[in-house]
């Protein structure tokens, strides 16, 4: 009886694996030194897939389902096999099994700010982060390129590669798109199905689908974030003047609680207010005389860049708010 037994354990009649291990993406079937016989019966339960691999070859694979392993099932491993009239039993294979269940709530971000060109702004940089869910779709494409012969293969080994797949392509995207940071805030399911488009070609390198993408927050930094709605609340390049006396009283409470500022040297608000006034007269002057293209308005022009330059070299103006009066002055000149 005990040789009997023994005997038995040598051939396997019934390949099936249960997933009773969370995380679990692909699980080789424990062959050990037994050898599968004649009419053996494989299941392929749902959300999952079966693959046979032939000495390294990459054989027939087997959707959700109950078999009957023959030459008729078994095909490409007939050939590999060289099994010219008759399925030959018992034979040897190694069997694979993956989980083709959907691995929801991925989580990716970026782990330091992303510099994009936006077509308002120019160069910034940005925060990102959300979810995504992916599953398995072409068992061959994940066995050949992730998976491999390994015994098991856990869904955590491959988020770290996955997440850095998203963060890259991601920061191409941008590139390639032009999209304005504005709008890809205002509308983040629009983005988040663009994105989604536009990450499915890498996924499906691994043999992956990307079932859902979604962008859950999309911020600057934060000495960005101030910038950048102070110049949108402003919106400096459509009203010079009327940014110039925004940052003008921007400056005054700096300058009056600095004992080194224009309180220290004796102005005090009044010469702050006068200042901004000056500023605001001068250039508002240059901008009227240039759009009457007289010569003077080219004079009144040049006149006011010399006061911007100025303020720029008090620490009022910013390097960009200088650079883009300086530009805006400039056309006017010309």
Known sequence: MA????????????????ENENGVLACRYPMQDQEIQTGARLTVRDSQAALFVNEGRIADAFTPGLY???????????????????????????VYFFSTREQIDQKWGTPTPV????????AIRIRAHGIYSYQITDVKTFYKNISGTREKYMAEEL????????????????????????????NQVKFSDALKEYL???????GLELRSFFVQSISLPEELQERFDKMASM??????????????????????????????????????VAIGQTMAAAMGGAITGAAGGGGSGSGDAAAALDKVFELYKKGILT????????????????
Not at 159 to 186: E, K, N, R
Not at 319 to 334: D, G, N, P, R, S
């Open 319 to 334: 390097q960009q708010e200088f650079e883009a009066k300086k530009t805006e002055l400039l056309k006017k000149i010309q």
């Open 159 to 186: 988020s770290g590669q996955l997440h850095s797949t998203v963060v890259a392509h991601m920061g191409q995207y941008f590139g390639d798109s032009q999209v304005a940071f504005v709008d890809m805030a205002a």
């Open 235 to 272: 919106n400096m390049l459509g009203d010079l003047q009327k940014y110039t006396r925004f940052q003008t009283a921007e400056s005054i409470p700096a300058a009056a609680a600095n004992t080194g500022g224009l309180a220290g040297a004796g102005a005090g608000l009044g010469a702050g």
């Open 68 to 94: 009957k392993l023959s030459t008729h099932t078994l095909p490409v491993l007939t050939n590999l096999m060289n099994w010219d009239k008759l399925f030959q039993s018992p034979f040897k294979s190694d």
């Open 3 to 18: 040789l009997f037994d023994f005997i038995k354990k040598q051939f396997i009649d019934v390949i099936e694996w249960t």
């Open 200 to 206: 499915r070609p890498p996924f499906e390198k691994y």
């Open 115 to 122: 510099t994009i060109r936006d077509k308002d702004w120019g």
